[in-house]
């Protein structure tokens, strides 16, 4: 009987498990669309917008950490400073925890020179896609760790040829909209203005509010004290 009453709450303890599992709010987060079997697709893969050269973002099957595809990011080589990169808006509660994480990669071949990084960033957004007003600031202002939050910074010094999770998070502000996840690389050359090189590989992008998870374990510890009392 002992056997039996080991796998059921097991079994309650999947369930509780699958609960806790918070849901990814972005769609093809590991760039598993357009199909690139036949080779690199430039551009940003529905439903992520891209912004700067679309020829410095590209669907691959080079690497992939989660599935057989990722998104790879170079440049831009437009001036010194500039970025590449990617967004997507999903609807968002103020006062909600957000967390945003991601993979990234850089090959020993192809590494980041100079100053050239990469981060995941979080935006929270108002209904007319604007930064979040707040703080004595006017709607549209950037302010970190108020309506911008942003992971640490992937650049030459993190590791070769493995995959490295970065990691972000922040509540919504009164009046957020929407939540914009940013991937980014940004080209900030050698120091001297010359350009500098370097890709980086980005995957399993997630944004996801955590779930009710200490709901699900009270409920398994009444289950737990009741068949005890039995």
Do not use: C
Not at 20 to 49: C, I, K, M, R
Not at 201 to 206: E, G, K, L, R
Request: proline share 6%; net charge negative.
């Amino acid at each position: 009987m002992r056997v039996k009453t080991a796998s059921a709450a097991l079994a309650v303890l999947a369930g509780v498990a699958g609960f806790a599992s918070a849901q990814n709010l972005l769609g093809n987060g590991s760039f598993e669309t357009p199909d690139a079997s036949g080779g690199d697709v430039p551009g940003a893969p529905a439903p992520w917008l891209g912004f700067n050269d679309p020829n410095t973002q590209f669907t691959t099957q080079a690497e992939a950490f989660d599935g057989v595809q990722s998104l790879k990011t170079f440049g831009p080589f437009d001036f010194i400073g500039g970025g590449t990169g990617m967004v997507q808006q999903v609807p968002a509660i103020a006062g909600e925890t957000y967390t945003g994480e991601i993979q990234a990669l850089q090959q020993s071949g192809d590494a980041l020179q100079g100053g050239n990084f990469g981060v995941f960033k979080l935006e929270f957004l108002d209904a007319s896609g604007q930064f979040v007003a707040g703080l004595g600031q006017p709607a549209g202002t950037p302010l970190a760790g108020f309506n911008v939050f942003e992971s640490n910074a992937f650049d030459a010094s993190s590791p070769l040829d493995a995959w490295t999770q970065l990691g972000v998070g922040g509540v919504a502000p009164a009046g957020t909209a929407t939540v914009q996840a940013v991937i980014v690389q940004v080209q900030l050359g050698d120091g001297a203005g010359g350009f500098t090189g370097g890709a980086i590989f980005w995957d399993a992008a997630t944004v996801t509010v955590p779930a009710p998870a200490s709901a699900a374990l009270l409920g398994l510890g009444g289950l737990a004290a009741a068949r005890r009392r039995r």
